[in-house]
Nanobody, 121 residues
Framework: QVQLVESGGGLVQPGGSLRLSCETS????????MRWFRQAPGKERELVAG????????NYAESVKGRFTISRDDAKRTAYLQMNSLKPEDTAVYYC??????????????WGQGTQVTVSS
């Protein structure tokens, strides 16, 4: 059974930091790219950051570059999103995603249930 469980969300003041975690089970973690998405009320879900394997392959949305850092620990089967200098516009539900695309075109994706991040004074 595949599981992705996010944690670490909460309420933080502008300029503050949070670290999200995504603990996984039920699939071959090291073979998957890990991504963080977010969805604010009334908006579409957007990609925030992604990390491949090797972990040197990362990408970020322009809006979070220099503030957010994605990482992974294959031994712990966990992905992380360190969020610094948070802004009110970062308020959203954050989702963890695992993705594997194979050569025959199949695209395997798994999602977590989401964790709320609220940035407000």
């Amino acid at each position: 059974q595949v599981q992705l469980v996010e944690s670490g969300g909460g309420l933080v003041q502008p300029g503050g930091s949070l670290r999200l975690s995504c603990e996984t089970s039920g699939f071959t973690f090291h073979g998957y790219a890990m991504r963080w998405f977010r969805q604010a009320p009334g908006k579409e879900r957007e990609l925030v950051a992604g990390i491949g394997n090797p972990a040197s392959n990362t990408n970020y949305a322009e809006s979070v570059k220099g503030r957010f850092t994605i990482s992974r620990d294959d031994a712990k089967r966990t992905a992380y999103l360190q969020m610094n200098s948070l802004k009110p516009e970062d308020t959203a539900v954050y989702y963890c995603n695992a993705r594997l695309r194979v050569l025959d075109g199949r695209d395997f994706q798994y999602w977590g249930q989401g964790t709320q991040v609220t940035v407000s004074s």
